[in-house]
């Protein structure tokens, strides 16, 4: 998968009290990058508690289910599209849906 874009994940653990989410998102990152998900079974089998959503929505749970991140996957060119990252709360703020 090549994921768009890192910098989002990058803004978001330098703010100063997301500072815990760094190493884990780069893990996830990693992974990502070098992950071969074809459809959203892949993805479960990887990650058993991923959420599966409409429009090739995913969301991830980060850090212990700290944070959450919400990316769309095109299974035909390998692309991952980060969405969104942030806090339970933030994510319970936003439609995916419209993202």
């Known amino acids: 998968m ?3 874009t890192k910098k989002t994940l990058r803004e978001f653990w330098k703010q100063t009290d997301y500072q ?5 998102l780069k893990a996830w990152h990693d992974e990502a990058d070098h992950a ?8 479960k089998a990887q990650y058993a508690n991923a959420s599966i ?24 060119y390998s ?9 339970h709360a933030q994510y319970d703020k936003v439609d995916i849906d419209s993202l």
């Open 36 to 43: 071969d998900w074809k459809t959203p079974h892949d993805i």
């Open 20 to 24: 815990d989410a760094e190493q884990p």
């Open 53 to 76: 959503l409409k429009n090739n929505k995913v969301v991830f749970n980060i850090h212990g289910n700290k944070y959450r991140l919400a990316v769309e996957i095109d299974y035909t």
């Open 2 to 4: 090549r994921v768009f």
């Open 79 to 87: 692309h991952c599209y980060v969405l969104f990252v942030g806090t």
